[in-house]
């Protein structure tokens, strides 16, 4: 709404009330009860906004304000500041804190976008795919890790870090790849990689399997991979490749929620 001036001729903020869908994804307790909550939005990105709602009772506004949560915000926006006056649910996904495993890859996928984004940096490729992980892993019967894994490499992707397992990233070859080089970003074959390779501890040895399966996760949405089951032991060299990527590329080392999860 702009500056304005008071009658004295002193400038003023005019402020601005606005909606936006957002997901919730953590809530910091502050002084004389009152919250921040850090939202991430389709229409602001990763917004914090402080508000006095009373977290106690089950109505639909404190509902909205838990983790987890995706709801419909109304903001009041100062010149440096958002509160949030009004919240209604849309999806509070309470069965997530029902169960361990869904509990802790759901927390980790929160954690993750609040360390991968930038303040009110729009990204409707993260929301989308925050959201329907939310709703994909509330569902699933098994393996959450799995789901929790393929996020990661999506939301790998969306920032332009992605693994390429297409080819050879040195030379192009299609086939024989026995390494994925973290600094390289993607698949190296054989005689690319050389014997050096293994003293590099950013350089994985890879078998057709993973090379196989990343490739999977990346080519189809996530809502195809809902029942994409990993076993253990190629799930968790898969994950270090995933993590190693995450430190070097974005600067993100380990989740505090990881140690959690199965």
Same mark, same amino acid.
Request: charged content about 25%; some cysteine.
């Given at each position: 709404?702009?500056?304005?001036?008071?009658?004295? *001729?002193?400038?003023?903020?005019? %402020?601005?009330?606005?909606?936006?869908? @957002?997901?919730?994804?953590?809530?910091?307790?502050?002084?004389? @009860?009152?919250?921040?909550?850090?939202?991430?939005?389709?229409?602001?990105?990763?917004?914090?906004?402080?508000?006095?709602?009373?977290? *106690?009772?089950?109505?639909?506004?404190?509902?909205?304000?838990?983790?987890?949560?995706?709801?419909?915000?109304?903001?009041?926006? *100062?010149?440096?500041?958002?509160?949030?006056?009004?919240?209604?649910?849309?999806?509070?996904?309470?069965?997530?804190?029902?169960?361990?495993?869904?509990?802790?890859?759901?927390?980790?996928?929160?954690?993750?976008?609040?360390?991968?984004?930038?303040?009110?940096?729009?990204?409707? *490729?993260?929301?989308?795919?925050?959201?329907?992980?939310?709703?994909?892993?509330?569902?699933?019967?098994?393996?959450?890790?799995?789901?929790?894994?393929?996020?990661?490499?999506?939301?790998?992707?969306?920032? @332009?870090?992605?693994?390429?397992?297409?080819?050879?990233?040195?030379?192009?070859?299609?086939? #024989?790849?026995?390494?994925?080089?973290?600094?390289?970003? #993607?698949?190296?074959? @054989?005689?690319?990689?050389?014997?050096?390779?293994? %003293?590099?501890?950013?350089?994985?040895?890879?078998?057709?399997?993973?090379?196989?399966?990343?490739?999977?996760?990346?080519?189809?949405?996530?809502?195809?991979?809902?029942?994409?089951?990993?076993?253990?032991?190629?799930?968790?060299?898969?994950?270090?490749?995933?993590?190693?990527?995450?430190?070097?590329? %974005?600067?993100?080392?380990?989740?505090?929620?990881?140690?959690?999860?199965?």
């Amino acid at each position: 709404m702009g500056i304005g001036a008071d009658p004295k *001729g002193n400038r003023r903020e005019k %402020l601005m009330i606005t909606e936006a869908e @957002g997901i919730v994804i953590r809530q910091i307790k502050t002084a004389y @009860g009152r919250r921040m909550i850090v939202l991430l939005t389709q229409k602001y990105g990763r917004i914090s906004a402080g508000t006095s709602i009373t977290e *106690g009772g089950k109505n639909k506004t404190a509902l909205a304000l838990r983790p987890f949560t995706r709801g419909r915000y109304e903001l009041f926006k *100062g010149r440096d500041s958002y509160s949030i006056n009004g919240a209604e649910t849309i999806e509070s996904h309470y069965l997530l804190g029902e169960d361990i495993d869904k509990y802790t890859c759901a927390a980790g996928a929160l954690e993750l976008t609040d360390r991968m984004l930038e303040d009110e940096q729009p990204s409707p *490729g993260m929301y989308n795919l925050l959201s329907e992980y939310l709703s994909m892993l509330e569902k699933r019967k098994s393996d959450c890790g799995t789901l929790f894994l393929a996020f990661r490499i999506k939301a790998l992707e969306l920032f @332009g870090s992605g693994i390429n397992v297409k080819s050879c990233v040195r030379c192009g070859k299609t086939e #024989g790849l026995t390494r994925i080089s973290v600094p390289d970003g #993607g698949a190296l074959c @054989g005689d690319c990689a050389g014997p050096s390779a293994e %003293l590099n501890p950013l350089i994985f040895e890879v078998g057709d399997d993973i090379i196989k399966i990343v490739d999977f996760i990346q080519t189809y949405p996530l809502r195809a991979l809902e029942k994409l089951s990993v076993p253990d032991p190629l799930r968790n060299k898969i994950t270090k490749i995933v993590k190693a990527h995450y430190s070097y590329h %974005l600067g993100i080392d380990s989740l505090k929620s990881e140690s959690l999860i199965i």
